[in-house]
């Protein structure tokens, strides 16, 4: 009997810690999630990967920072990578994503009142962006007005 009970004690000794180590497993992974969801925009290891986005033409961690930018309330910060991406590899979610920053207002977000947002809106629906297609359609093609070129965007105006 004292076996059966020095063994019951043993077992739930074991339990116990297993229990506490798989809460600590689980606060660190939420800590991890937070940790990826902040930005600290004056962080080098992060300019230093958006450079090297930026000149490998990696979309994937391009859509990455665009992101967390736009979540985080800096969208205005990330317009210089969106414009870098946009130009230097012809890129067109980033040309969308310059005409999202630079017109994004509460009473018409689609108005595209700047230049060089309609330029960058027009060249993103050129180059077949589903997200530039819908918009262009809006402004536009809905109000029934003839939807110009980029290039003609600067000669217009």
């Not at 009997?1 to 809460?23: G, H, P, R, S």
């Not at 992060?46 to 990696?58: G, Q």
């Not at 961690?61 to 012809?90: D, V």
């Not at 297609?133 to 029934?144: L, M």
């Amino acid at each position: 009997m004292k076996n059966i009970l020095c063994l019951l004690t043993l077992f739930l000794l074991f339990n116990c810690n297993k229990y506490e180590e798989k809460n600590d497993r689980i606060k660190k992974v939420d800590t991890l999630a937070i940790d990826t969801n902040t930005l600290d925009i004056n962080d080098q290891k992060s300019n230093d990967e958006l450079n090297k986005m930026i000149l490998s033409n990696d979309t994937i961690i391009y859509k990455k920072y665009r992101r967390k930018y736009m979540t985080s309330g800096h969208s205005k910060e990330f317009i210089y990578y969106a414009i870098l991406m946009a130009e230097k590899n012809n890129y067109a979610e980033a040309y969308r994503d310059i005409a999202d920053i630079l017109d994004f207002a509460l009473d018409d977000p689609l108005a595209y009142n700047s230049q060089y947002a309609s330029y960058c809106l027009l060249k993103a629906y050129e180059m077949k962006s589903q997200r530039a297609i819908s918009s262009v359609n809006y402004v536009y093609t809905e109000k029934g007005k003839k939807i110009p070129s980029s290039s003609s965007i600067y000669c217009n105006k």
